[in-house]
């Protein structure tokens, strides 16, 4: 595997050469987006909704620049090919200028290989442990990180898989890097979609899951689990990931229903994405 | 004035070798601390109350690192000293390295020069704007910086001079970059200090202002501003400057007592600044 490559506004330089000037206002002020994107046996998985998103986001805060959805697209697959990629993922950052007197910088590189969860969390469930904190902009993935990064922090030494961050109204919103979905019978329950940030994987569960559940957007109470049968928690990385525990509440240790998502999630990407 | 030299963990190198590599992880999840420190006719502004600060930020985020005070203090007046630098601003930046595997970084570079608000900033007093929204460590300096430079370019748009951020309880708790006071008779009203920034300015004036008013530390409510005489902010670059107008409420034209403060912290600038 090769990461020699990385490319700056359409331009591939050396990877050692992708640097910003600790100077640069605009990352300084996190007046940047950003998205993750996996590479899968060489193909990217969906790139369209990967920068859709991005241009999405960077609309939300008001950061204005000249890229299109094309012209990254095809970015992202000249840097896969000079790298030789095949199971990795690469990041796009998107960079404005607080003073719109220079051009937005758009960096995109390999950050790390593919490495997937262990067995047990999808056939046992996971723990994962509650936080306070709202993000500025819950729809945009945008580098204002310390929240998140901190949340997971505290997850990790509680030795939970992931956090699950509650509004200041006590409404559980998303995962610290994934989205947080619940199941009541034959309901599937998602967050309000100006609450948490649309994630792929969601985006495609809610769509294959459509004839076996009524989808529904509601709030999801932390105070209020005990009226919920099942939750799972989605991201590129993670696939369906089912909850065995919020914070000291074991709140299922049977997903009956989560794993027929899991089954069909499975299906659609393999016929999909490696079969395609 | 020169600003070809900026400073890495203790090291000059020239201003345009201050970069950081674009996948810099602690950069990215925004774990990093900041502090900016003025110089005036050479002198450097409290560098002690700075770098104590810095150190108090890393310490509140977990920011784990080597440096000393007493060090980079030497650092900063080797900076000054290689750039010849008069009246500037610099800015320390301390990243952090999530994987504990690599040193953190500490780079010390010039920023701009000191401009000074407008006269009439002082005499008539300024607008502002209130914003809802909590930063995740309020006593930190980080750059985390996303919430803050939105905010003030929003107040920027309403053509208003501050932004006042008020948390979930709607609680004023200190200005986009600036602290915030208020005075009923002869208190100083200060917010809680685990709500919000320990500014250097706020601190000097808290100190000198004792003998004339009462300080009382407590959460100042954004609907109960009519029972406040005057407001005003104070920051390093600003000094302590007037609030007319928050909002729609034009709250005060007259501030008697601010100008009492703004007095008493000129004539200390002079004495202990100035004439040092």
Known sequence: MNKQFSILNGNLIPSSEATIPI???????????????????GKLFFPEFHIDRLLFSADQIGLKHHFDKKQIIK??????????????????????????????????FPVTGITYAPNECYSKGIKTISCVGQRRFPQAKTVDLLLAYTAKRTAKQADAKEVLMVDYDGFICEGGSSNFLAIQGDKLITPPREKCLEGITKKIILEIAKNNFEIIEKDILLTDLKNYDEFFITSTLKNVMPIRQIDDLVVTDKFPQTKKIMKLYKDYYTKNILNN
């Open 75 to 108: 970015w992202i697959n000249l840097l896969v090919e000079k790298n030789n990629l095949a199971n990795y993922s690469i990041r796009t950052i998107l960079i404005g200028d607080p003073d719109n007197g220079k051009q937005p910088k758009l960096y995109i």
């Open 23 to 41: 100077s640069d206002k605009g990352y300084f002020f996190d007046f940047a987006v950003y998205d993750s994107l996996k590479i899968i046996q």
